[in-house]
């Protein structure tokens, strides 16, 4: 900051430049990612009409929910790449685009098959919209308010179940047969079109750089500026340089491991949640199930966002630990409780508020790490390899499902072996970090 501005004036300015640019980007950012999200997991709802229509079964269900993940896993870094090329703006606005086009298309879809072709298809075109938004969110924010920012935003992957849910369950009980369209179908036709409008506005609403942000004041915009080319410096001293760095980068692909098992013990969750509610919950009408399934990320979204509101060093890992050891005991305690549905419920409640948690307390991790076009790659990879949990853990689920024949209790299994993966993976991280970090060596 300039020292010509006095300290509690400078903090002023800083204060004013925060709320600012939180005005103007978080919530479009947010409701970007939650359309994305209801996208994502609404084949959870569409699921109970394709097994009449399809006669799908638990194992071609994972299938079907998770090859969206190799799609997405396969074009992710070339996606980011090339956002770092042309622009945030344009990238985010075609990203939304094409991925409602093709959520909307599912609709039509007349086999199996073609829902294969049509998840995969719509991993592609989504690849790169979070990553995107992390680095975007590094251009705007220094380090002391970005792992707020983050969480933040995060909020909307559960805000996006608590929205999905009961609407996915209403549309299911009240547009089933509207205009010769089965309610399934609906589903994927309401999801799909936000996300074509929300292109547009992304296109005329966001700011690509500071440095171009006319609703900010000359001051503003210099203090801003400054202190993220300061901290950029500092950070380039120690991240990997360049893309081709990144990606060979030993602590990355540590951290990508990381965040697989973290979303691991998350992703079962979101796509098999509304079954474990039927199953427990016997006789319950769609609407209903709608309603139940968005109780636990109901929670988790103002956990969320309680913790992030939290103050914590810069790439602290005690919270993301503590949140990871909660949920295994409490996704414990619902793989034995399956039989008294209060208990159980209670129990699932704890441990999807603990497992959505830890996403958002992650990604101060990595953050406070990269730099550059490194933070465009390495946060790519990060994630998309991460993301690969999206295809392996609902896929595993409904895999062991069908071969315990029917026993949840058993599939609930992959997230508490997740969950303590992830638990051993950070922890070491953070182990072989402490020394580096007063010894200024960076390299895993």
Same mark, same amino acid.
């Given at each position: 900051?300039?020292?010509? !501005?006095?300290?509690?004036?400078?903090?002023?300015?800083?204060?004013? &430049?925060?709320?600012?640019?939180? /005005?103007? @980007?978080?919530?479009?950012?947010?409701?970007?990612?939650?359309?994305?999200?209801?996208? /994502?997991?609404? !084949?959870?709802?569409?699921?109970?009409?394709?097994?009449?229509?399809?006669?799908?079964?638990?194992?071609?269900?994972?299938?079907?929910?998770? @090859?969206?993940?190799?799609?997405?896993?396969?074009?992710?870094?070339?996606?980011? @790449? !090339?956002?770092?090329?042309?622009?945030?703006?344009?990238?985010?606005?075609?990203?939304?685009?094409?991925?409602?086009?093709?959520?909307?298309?599912?609709?039509?879809?007349?086999?199996?098959?073609?829902?294969?072709?049509?998840?995969?298809? #719509?991993?592609?075109?989504?690849?790169?919209?979070?990553?995107?938004?992390?680095?975007?969110?590094?251009?705007?924010?220094?380090?002391?308010?970005?792992?707020? $920012?983050?969480?933040?935003?995060?909020?909307?992957?559960?805000?996006?179940?608590?929205?999905?849910?009961?609407?996915?369950?209403? @549309?299911?009980?009240?547009?089933?047969?509207?205009?010769g369209l089965d309610g399934w179908r609906w589903v994927f036709v309401v999801g799909g079109l936000p996300a074509?409008?929300?292109?547009?506005?992304?296109?005329v609403a966001l700011t690509e750089t500071p440095r171009e942000a006319k609703w900010l004041s000359e001051a503003?915009?210099?203090?801003?500026?400054?202190?993220?080319?300061?901290?950029?410096?500092?950070?380039?001293?120690?991240?990997?340089?360049?893309?081709?760095?990144?990606?060979?980068?030993?602590?990355?692909?540590?951290?990508?491991?990381?965040?697989?098992?973290?979303?691991?013990?998350?992703?079962? #969750?979101?796509?098999?949640?509304?079954?474990? $509610?039927?199953? $427990?919950?016997?006789?319950?009408?769609?609407?209903?199930? +709608?309603?139940?399934?968005?109780?636990?990320?109901?929670?988790?979204? !103002?956990?969320?966002?309680?913790?992030? /509101?939290? +103050?914590?060093?810069?790439?602290?890992?005690?919270?993301?630990?503590?949140?990871?050891?909660?949920?295994?005991?409490?996704?414990?305690?619902?793989?034995?409780?399956?039989?008294?549905?209060?208990?159980?419920? %209670?129990?699932?409640?704890?441990?999807?508020?603990?497992?959505? &948690? %830890?996403?958002?307390?992650?990604?101060?991790?990595?953050?406070?790490?990269? %730099?550059?076009?490194?933070?465009?790659?390495?946060?790519?990879?990060?994630?998309?390899?991460?993301?690969?949990?999206?295809?392996?853990?609902?896929?595993?689920?409904?895999?062991?499902?069908?071969?315990?024949?029917?026993?949840?209790?058993?599939?609930?299994?992959?997230?508490?072996?997740?969950?303590?993966?992830? #638990?051993?993976?950070? +922890?070491?991280?953070?182990?072989?970090?402490?020394?580096?970090?007063?010894?200024?060596?960076?390299?895993?």
């Amino acid at each position: 900051m300039n020292s010509s !501005i006095p300290r509690v004036e400078g903090d002023v300015l800083q204060a004013n &430049t925060i709320r600012k640019i939180t /005005r103007r @980007i978080v919530p479009l950012l947010m409701i970007g990612y939650i359309v994305s999200y209801i996208d /994502r997991i609404n !084949i959870s709802f569409a699921k109970f009409g394709m097994e009449e229509t399809f006669g799908m079964t638990a194992t071609q269900y994972g299938f079907a929910a998770g @090859i969206f993940f190799v799609g997405y896993v396969l074009a992710e870094v070339p996606s980011n @790449i !090339i956002m770092n090329k042309v622009g945030a703006r344009i990238w985010l606005s075609r990203i939304l685009l094409t991925w409602g086009i093709i959520a909307t298309l599912t609709a039509f879809a007349t086999s199996v098959e073609m829902v294969y072709v049509l998840r995969f298809l #719509l991993g592609v075109a989504e690849a790169g919209f979070f990553p995107g938004i992390l680095v975007y969110l590094t251009r705007w924010y220094p380090n002391a308010q970005r792992a707020k $920012v983050i969480s933040t935003v995060m909020v909307a992957i559960p805000v996006a179940s608590v929205l999905g849910s009961p609407l996915n369950g209403w @549309i299911l009980d009240t547009f089933d047969g509207a205009l010769g369209l089965d309610g399934w179908r609906w589903v994927f036709v309401v999801g799909g079109l936000p996300a074509v409008l929300l292109g547009g506005v992304f296109f005329v609403a966001l700011t690509e750089t500071p440095r171009e942000a006319k609703w900010l004041s000359e001051a503003e915009r210099t203090w801003l500026v400054e202190t993220l080319a300061a901290e950029n410096a500092e950070r380039a001293r120690t991240a990997p340089a360049g893309h081709l760095a990144a990606l060979r980068n030993k602590r990355v692909l540590a951290l990508c491991l990381a965040y697989f098992l973290v979303l691991c013990g998350a992703y079962p #969750l979101a796509y098999w949640m509304p079954t474990v $509610v039927k199953e $427990v919950g016997d006789g319950l009408s769609s609407t209903q199930i +709608g309603w139940l399934s968005a109780v636990p990320f109901l929670l988790a979204a !103002i956990g969320m966002d309680v913790t992030g /509101r939290l +103050g914590r060093a810069e790439g602290a890992s005690r919270p993301v630990l503590v949140a990871l050891g909660i949920s295994v005991v409490a996704f414990a305690i619902t793989a034995f409780a399956l039989g008294s549905p209060l208990v159980a419920f %209670a129990a699932i409640t704890v441990a999807t508020m603990a497992a959505q &948690t %830890a996403k958002p307390l992650f990604w101060s991790v990595p953050t406070a790490y990269l %730099a550059g076009a490194g933070a465009a790659s390495g946060i790519a990879l990060i994630n998309s390899l991460g993301n690969a949990a999206g295809f392996v853990s609902p896929y595993a689920f409904g895999w062991i499902k069908d071969f315990s024949g029917g026993r949840t209790g058993f599939a609930i299994a992959v997230m508490i072996m997740a969950n303590v993966g992830a #638990l051993l993976v950070i +922890g070491v991280i953070a182990a072989r970090s402490r020394p580096r970090r007063a010894s200024s060596v960076e390299t895993v």
